[in-house]
């Protein structure tokens, strides 16, 4: 059973430019969840997809969005791109809500210059 | 709010010693626990979880239990390897509300050395 791809692996990008990082889930998941990870902030919750629907949402400014396709693939945007965006992007797979354990995959690696 | 608290690292040992990594926690509700790994240029495994008080997660050697009295989900091993060195976040998911939102302690790096 493949796991939890993210594309593209690494992405360099510049001050005020936009960029889209795209999650495929384990097969048959249907809840997705986007997670940055900085050094100095460490994981926090982007927001989390359920059936197309946006279930949760951690707190980050409106230039951060996502998005879910009826495969249960997902999308997560930031516009007008700052240097402190510049962090490990993690995307997590879970089956159903409830006592399922969450899948992660190997992260995009965005770098704002 | 839900927040998780984890030792301070990095955490140096010699191979074949024993390893705690500590974790306390405060939730609003009744969570679930969770230990994930990260290997460097990695994204996060699952090492174990443990979904109600009293209950032991376990997986390669690692062992941890979910305390309710003291808040707590400590990581233990008897006997750690090289290959254990990596970086270990203790996370917990409150159900209230609904959805998989996970919450993470800020990590504890394990160096482990010959």
């Known amino acids: 059973k493949a796991g939890v791809t993210q594309t593209p692996r690494y992405l360099i990008k510049t001050r005020g430019q936009q960029v889209t990082l795209s999650c495929s889930p384990i097969?048959?998941?249907?809840?997705v969840s986007w997670y940055q990870q900085t050094p100095g902030q460490g994981l926090q919750f982007l927001f989390e997809?359920?059936?197309?629907?946006?279930?949760n949402k951690g707190n980050f400014p409106g230039r951060f969005s996502g998005r879910q396709f009826s495969n249960s693939r997902s999308e997560m945007n930031v516009s007008t791109l700052e240097l402190g965006d510049s962090a490990l992007y993690l995307c997590?797979?879970?089956?159903?809500?409830?006592?399922?354990?969450?899948?992660f995959g190997q992260g995009t690696r965005l770098t704002v210059v | 709010g839900n927040s998780v608290t984890q030792m301070e690292g990095p955490v140096t040992l010699s191979e074949e010693a024993f390893l705690t990594i500590n974790c306390t926690y405060t939730?609003?509700?009744?969570?679930?626990l969770f230990w994930y790994v990260q290997y460097p240029g990695e994204g996060l495994q699952l090492l174990l979880k443990?979904?109600?008080?009293?209950d032991k997660g376990s997986n390669k050697g690692f062992e941890a239990t979910y305390r309710k009295e003291t808040t707590s989900f400590h990581l233990e091993k008897g006997s750690v390897q090289v290959s254990d060195s990596a970086v270990y976040f203790c996370?917990?998911?409150?159900?209230?509300?609904?959805?998989?939102?996970?919450?993470f302690g800020t990590g504890t790096q394990l160096k482990v050395e010959l």
């Open positions: 996370a917990l998911r409150d159900l209230t509300g609904g959805g998989n939102k996970l919450t």
């Open positions: 939730a609003t509700g009744y969570p679930s």
């Open positions: 997809y359920f059936s197309e629907t946006q279930r």
């Open positions: 097969s048959g998941h249907r809840s």
């Open positions: 997590a797979s879970s089956l159903e809500a409830g006592v399922t354990e969450a899948f």
């Open positions: 443990a979904t109600k008080a009293d």
